[in-house]
């Protein structure tokens, strides 16, 4: 469950080319804010700053009271809320939703990504579409400070990063105060179910009900 299709079509990535000479996904993030500064570089001409190092595109919103702070370049028709917090690093497609008292640093946001209350994401990429119930959280850094390990079944593989979340592949459904666990995997179109607590690795088009409680997803 590495493979790049088995998370993401591309579509709606705003630096789809990002992934094309990588291994493993989470290979991307530490090389955000590189990239941000070709980004905005590239889109002053088009795009607007809303805040110090902060540029958006045509048609997106930003509330009085959301917080910014760049790097960080979001797409067009984005609506940053009231009481969201941009906290550098990111990189956000068309159609982004920031919500009220969410978080965002260091990720990457597919266009249609959906944040829309109380949530946090840090140190991770989400697929178009993807959506976080209100109060689900993203964790990016283990309790005991260690580097997160991703695991695969009884694989375990190595990533020497410090901070990382999660990936979350298209469409996926994050269920109301669900967390996802340093080093999560979850493959596109699965659902997570509320309150559950998420780690290792997701396939895609699956339901997680629970720890080792997962059933194929049939969409009505």
Not at 33 to 48: D, F, G, N, P, V
């Amino acid at each position: 469950m590495l493979k790049l299709e088995e998370f993401f079509s591309l579509e709606g990535c705003p630096v789809a080319d990002l992934f094309t000479d990588i291994q493993y996904p989470w290979e991307v993030i530490p090389r955000i804010a590189q990239l941000l500064e070709e980004l905005i570089e590239e889109k002053r001409s088009t795009y607007r700053e809303v805040a110090p190092g902060v540029w958006v595109g045509e048609g997106t919103t930003v509330a009085a009271t959301a917080t910014l702070q760049g790097p960080a370049l979001f797409g067009k028709n984005c609506e940053i809320r009231p009481n969201a917090f941009v906290r550098g690093n990111v990189i956000a497609g068309d159609g982004v939703v920031l919500g009220n008292a969410s978080e965002v640093k260091q990720a990457i946001l597919f266009s249609g990504v959906q944040l829309p209350h109380f949530n946090y994401v840090g140190d991770s990429i989400l697929g178009r579409g993807a959506h976080l119930g209100a109060g689900a959280i993203v964790s990016n850094f283990k309790s005991t400070k260690e580097p997160v390990k991703v695991r695969i079944g009884d694989v375990v593989i190595e990533t020497s990063m410090r901070k990382f979340g999660a990936i979350v592949g298209d469409g996926v459904e994050v269920g109301c105060n669900a967390v996802l666990n340093p080093g999560t995997l979850i493959g596109a179109g699965s659902l997570i179910y509320p309150l559950t607590s998420v780690r290792g690795s997701i396939p895609g088009g699956m339901i997680c009900k629970g720890r080792d409680e997962l059933v194929p997803y049939r969409a009505k």
